[in-house]
């Protein structure tokens, strides 16, 4: 960036091809220490059928058929000086603070992973197993279906320590690039009707049509990884016969599609902050697949262009910070929606009577797990728990644009949606009727928002090299 601002944009692309090189082969090194070591895994997570799938009310049965393997990935980063990070990225829907509570237990004893350093970013895709204690509020498994549910998130509570721990033992030189494109798949989907906000296609509404990519080589050269992300609900199916299939939705298939195209490396996909998109159109597992196709040409669109170096070791900040709710319902109200007709609202009323009659307080907040991740001074990773609508990405990309933001959702776990000041104010599901599957009474103060971008600032201001 330097070297080509000296020279000037009038010498084109000779000039900035030669700072280009100028920059790779002489000043990176020089003016950074060492990056990383990066190692890799990979685990199959695919669910033995029939299971119930997560993320819709409305599924009436278990899934009886599979398209394609289930995986989760992980991406180690280790610093000369021994510091370690760790990617997750998971083929299902969400994880939720019970489930992954075990998980973190053993993380620390058995590798002496402090919370914070393993981030788990499921991909939110709405055609993987329902976990336990995730979400059953909203799918409420039959208990004929429980036990499977509950041999399915053993295994995978298994399996995520092991993922972890074979990444970290594969640590190794590499070199780091990353880029930018963009697919235009993801639709807002609020759509005002009145006073109302209503699920639908809304094409002026905002969404986050970025594709950032990361690619890892060796030091021979190869390819060893690609980190891609997109900000969009995997949503692309939603009914018929293919609801009842297991598949790792677009993300998946763009992820088959890269690894076909770069044979050997290892494509991992993490989640952006959409949670207020749903892929346009959407149906089918053929609407998944079109996605899929065309994030996949997103990404090697980037991958065949010039990309930004990236060198230096990783700094890491992470906190749990409190997200304060609206005042809790009174006792009358409790009562009165223990009686109501709809299933949710009874089941939600009756866990927040419960903790009245065990004498503990009622929620007044949300805890909530953020972290920035910066490489050197070229790339800074901003992670966010729950379903984090766009508003906090286009916020976050316009406040730490100098940082080169790349904006992640459904990181460590999933308590419930994350809604701007705007949706606080204007309503709907994201913002309202989200949360009694999530088993809280809302909504969360307008204040959120700028609570949230200003512990983000702070926290990237600590990291930075240079004041
Ligand atoms: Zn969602």
Redesign the pocket.
């Known amino acids: 960036m330097k070297t080509s601002r000296l020279l000037g944009p009038q010498r084109g692309r000779v000039a900035l091809a030669l700072a280009a090189a100028a920059a790779l082969s002489i000043h990176a090194p020089a003016a950074q220490p060492p990056g990383p070591n990066i190692g890799i895994a990979v685990r199959d997570i695919t669910p033995e059928l029939p299971i119930r799938l997560a993320?819709y009310a409305g599924r009436k049965r278990p899934a009886d058929k599979r398209d394609h393997a289930l995986q989760v990935q992980a991406l180690a980063m280790q610093n000369p000086s021994g510091e370690r990070f760790v990617f997750v990225a998971l083929d299902n829907?969400?994880v939720s603070h019970a489930f992954m509570q075990p998980v973190r237990d053993r993380l620390k004893e058995t590798l002496q992973l402090e919370p914070g350093t393993v981030a788990v970013v499921s991909s939110?895709t709405?055609s993987a197993p329902v976990l336990d204690q995730t979400l059953t509020d909203m799918t409420q498994p039959p208990p004929a279906d429980q036990e499977r549910i509950q041999h399915y998130s053993r295994s995978l509570q298994n399996t995520l320590v092991e993922v972890v721990g074979a990444a970290l033992a594969d640590c190794q030189p590499a070199t780091l690039e990353h880029g930018c494109g963009r697919a235009t798949f993801a639709m807002n989907r609020r759509v005002y009707q009145g006073d109302q906000v209503v699920f639908g296609d809304n094409p002026d509404g905002p969404v986050d049509w970025d594709v950032p990519v990361l690619q890892v080589k060796g030091t021979n050269g190869t390819v060893r990884a690609v980190l891609f992300g997109y900000a969009c609900?995997?949503?692309s199916v939603r009914s018929g016969d293919d609801w009842y299939v297991v598949s790792g939705e677009y993300m998946a298939y763009a992820r088959q599609h890269l690894e076909t195209h770069q044979p050997g490396a290892m494509a991992l996909f993490l989640t952006g902050m959409g949670?207020d998109a749903d892929p346009a159109p959407r149906g089918r597992l053929l609407d998944a697949k079109r996605h899929g196709l065309e994030l996949a040409g997103a990404v090697i669109g980037v991958l065949g262009r010039p990309m930004r170096p990236v060198s230096g070791p990783f700094k890491l900040a992470y906190d749990e910070i409190q997200l304060p709710l609206a005042p809790p319902p009174t006792r009358e109200q409790l009562d009165k929606d223990a009686q109501s007709n709809d299933a949710h609202v009874r089941m939600r009323a009756a866990a927040y009577l419960e903790r009245l009659a065990a004498g503990q307080p009622l929620p007044q907040s949300v805890p909530l797990p953020i972290a920035v991740l910066r490489l050197g001074d070229d790339l800074t990773f901003v992670l966010m728990g729950g379903?984090v609508v766009v508003d906090y990405s286009h916020r976050l990309k316009r406040v730490l644009a100098a940082d080169h933001p790349w904006t992640i959702g459904y990181a460590y776990e999933?308590p419930c949606?994350i809604p701007s000041a705007r949706l606080i104010k204007e309503g709907g599901y994201e913002t309202d009727s989200?949360m009694v599957y999530y088993g809280f009474y809302g909504p969360f103060r307008g204040a959120i928002e700028n609570q949230l971008i200003q512990q983000f600032e702070s926290m990237v201001a600590q990291l930075r090299s240079h004041p």
């Open positions: 993320g829907c969400e939110h709405h609900h995997g949503t949670a379903e999933v949606y989200s």
